[in-house]
């Protein structure tokens, strides 16, 4: 099946490659000369047959809505776009709506696998109206895992985003976990070699995973992360979770407080703390580091 | 190798079951006399020839304890004992030295895998001298999953129980992590299929682990888990990995809040919410619930 | 000086009562005939003399907004409106555009005291131009409790309810302190006499607070909270301090918990916590309570 | 009434001429000699009349424990020991044991107050027989503030220092919500004036409390806390608050998540983020910082 896909960087770049192994027939644009396969957005448009599928892979936010407004102008009634994006899930209804005007179907999907999604496929949660999912299954077909799993149809316009921002959450809370039982093995004088301990839990273990895997092999290139510094930014979506348990006023005690401890970690001094000194020393004359 | 094993329950059943299907030579003791080779341990000790072996797979605390004393009447210099239950490390110490004073030496064992560990194999997170894991190495073989995981001998004694309790840490914040995630789903109008959502994630995710396994299966027996009440109790482990982070300064944000969850799950009423509920009636005249 | 009043519930009506014993000149209006000093908008902008003072004290969100968009038309160039709702501090830059095109003037007074503002005083925390805010301290002056404390000019439109916002939040954080106290107090075996101790506090010690009177006020009256559940309601400000920790990456470990605190003090079950069961049951054959 | 008191530091010192202020009779013992009265244990015995009483101000652990067992070889029957330092309560039933042989009874009292107990008077929360407490009431009433509050006879042999604990884990919080609210004020570009907001604060709020009145007080000598950095000490009451909060099965997470950020504040880097960012690196090829 025929497929444009509008940025090539590292997710979009190798999605592309994936599709062609699996004998699509993809045309790609991006504004890097070399990579692209169109030189605008309509000359995507009129190298493709109607009707035509573009695939949005460009940065969630203004990038992605601007491109979706762009696209409404060089497609045409018949039409989808799927918006791959990070996108925030409320992004995805306006979108929608916008594109339904000229007769054009919207699809958001969620899309897991970094890196490795290439050789081990992308896992995707897609939300929209049926008949514009069914007739992408071939492109989802190709980029997923073999097999049972890896491929969600969520619900409606904004599902697919949706589960893929909970899919996040979750992952903020699982690294944490791990993160904190590392550190506390590393403080304790009982356990001589924390990276085998790791190691050995790869099998037969509760904990086992695929992220223990990979924290696995960064404890082997690494063993002490002495090229590391604690330092771990975040995107939207572990944000956009805990907003989503304020407005459904669901306790996400362990997701938001793996989602502080990110923020803790990107601070050179903490105002908070400050302000816990300045009282200890007011009330009991506690010395305070200067 | 010859191997004594003391408690048949469902643990300890099932690894006598295990190295006898591995060709181990295996007595089992238990107060149960259906299931039991041995009629007290004298008669467990005797059945065994010297160096003997013999694991200790009963309820921790006084039961464990009053176990590996009654073993240092009844074995003798050179044999070994493996407390392979989930004792608290700070017990392998006390009981190590106990046995020391007749020669006998001593390996604590953290041992993951449950009720699947019959088959799949269970995870071995050991601790004791070298010369006595050595000596030990063809029944930790027989147990553990095949392949180059499932093992680690984690340091000396007490270094396994330690490492076990750092795994049972961190499953607590994981599963509290999935559990947040499924509630902020089902909470949401967005998604439609929370169990599809769920079983997607098996492949090509981030977040795959045999516990998202584990969930997805107890989601197609219950898809709104309608036959359970969300009632969760705790064994030791997440209590004492909390007890160590604050010996060892350590912020376990995650892991202490999964195991207050499970604290509030079992309250019929909050003591603290009362109190906050009659703060608001003091002071703003807010309406209380009778 | 002159000052019109819309709504006069609780709060605006002891602030009319107030402002009255102050000597000022109140104009209020209610939908409540029996409280209306005024027949609608229009008759109580009728009511005052150019240049006018409005104090709007109704419901946040689409009544407040609704209500400075009718006062837009009844009111003059030169006017100001001020809004002493708990309005989320998001919705005072638009309120402030609107009247402004009509040469209105916009205050937002964040307004502490509860039931107790009457007799005591309220604290009052307003945001706006510095002109708007001098012309309106007769009344804030009688407003707020004597001496230096009470009022705070926090800076431009906005301000007001910003630091409103946060105050409320550390209330939450504070309030769930005392109550984690309170219970764990309550679960010792050490303690016999609890509300005792609270009382005990209330001079000398370090957590000596006027929450930590009510409290005790609250135990005299009920010893045991016997008349109340545990079951605690939010208004917004707490939700919007979380917000903004995330909008400005600030961990508010304490607060956050304080909130997720309440939403769990609403539910009849945990569909988390029934993920968890349902976990334990899978891996470990742990009995689950149906 | 005459009194001991051993340890004339910060705290002993000052509750000495608290006590002479108010007529008592009081023999220090330190071993610093420019402080001390008496020579040693035996001869603060020999200057006090039977039935003695001394009060115990010295550091809590081994100091305190020591000293306890040096004064049973001193006192005699019917004399009265009070431990008044920050001893774990887990200490008191040994230490009451140890000098009930003798005939010397005990009590355990929790003082608060710091460097400002000397004008305003101590709080005390005291555990012990009632008749040893009825005895020491002269010198309470002393110490104490004046007024109905500031004193509690919590319960027997240990109730002091629970009640102290607990109202130390409870200081934890209240200046953790304060410290969180302070950060997000700072963090905001809605308020201008930050230490303006606290002062305001001061009356008319639910938030009032002479905790805030110490931040205001802390941000008039240093309006940024510019002097400062953000490194939070703590001494053992927050964490044993924790430590029978898992004991107890009461969740408490708002305290704990004070301790847990008073352990962050003083790590130069997070192992645990360290993991984040390595796990990071290895699933998105996210860019490190090294």
């Keep these: ?31 890097d000369p070399t990579l692209t ?32 407004a762009a696209l409404a102008d060089v497609l045409s009634d018949g039409d989808i776009v799927i918006d791959g994006g990070n996108s925030r899930f409320s992004d995805d209804a306006p979108n929608a709506a916008l594109l339904a005007e000229r007769g054009i179907g919207y699809i958001d999907a969620g899309v897991s696998g970094g890196v490795w999604g290439l050789e081990n496929g992308y896992a995707l949660m897609v939300g929209g109206e049926k008949k514009h ?74 904990v086992r995973s695929w992220l223990l895997d990979l924290l696995d092999r ?33 306790p996400l005690h362990a997701i938001s407080a793996s989602l502080y401890a990110r923020f803790e970690s990107r601070q050179d001094d903490s105002p908070a703390m400050k302000a816990i000194a300045a009282l200890r020393n007011q009330f009991g004359g506690h010395a305070v580091k200067e």
Tied chains: 1, 2, 3, 4.
Excluded at 4 to 31: P, S
């Design 37 to 68: 396969d169109a030189t605008d957005l309509a000359d995507l448009a009129a190298k493709l047959d109607a009707p035509r599928a573009v695939w949005v892979m460009v940065p969630a936010g203004d990038a992605t809505r601007q491109t979706v």
């Design 133 to 206: 999912v069914d007739t992408m299954m071939p492109i989802f077909d190709a980029l997923k895992p073999p097999g049972e799993y890896g491929f969600v149809h969520a619900g409606g316009v904004g599902a697919g985003h949706y589960a893929k921002m909970v899919h996040n959450g979750i992952e903020y809370g699982l690294m944490q976990a791990y993160a904190e039982g590392y550190e506390l093995l590393k403080a304790s004088e009982h356990v001589e070699n924390v990276p085998a301990v790791f190691k050995s839990w790869r099998e037969g273990t509760v």
């Design 1 to 31: 099946m025929q497929l444009g896909i509008i940025g090539l960087g590292k997710m979009g770049g190798n999605m592309r490659t994936r599709l062609r192994r699996a004998g699509h027939d993809v045309v790609g644009f991006d504004t």
């Design 218 to 250: 960064a404890l082997e290139e690494d063993p002490n992360f002495d090229a590391l510094t604690g330092y771990a930014t975040d995107s939207g979506e572990g944000r956009w979770t805990v907003e989503e348990s304020i407005r459904l006023a669901v």
